[in-house]
């Protein structure tokens, strides 16, 4: 694998910036499943 093309592991914080674009992807969409009635 070309690690020196992944960005989380070249910038300062950009593994702290993956997990949290993660975490809110996943809140998010738990927000609006429950918001739409599907959970």
Known sequence: MNF???P???WR???FMTISG???TAVG???YF???GWL
């Open 34 to 36: 429950k918001r739409k």
């Open 13 to 15: 914080y950009g593994y």
């Open 29 to 31: 969409m738990l927000h």
């Open 8 to 10: 989380e592991l070249g």
């Open 4 to 6: 020196r093309y992944m």
């Open 22 to 24: 993660m975490l809110l």
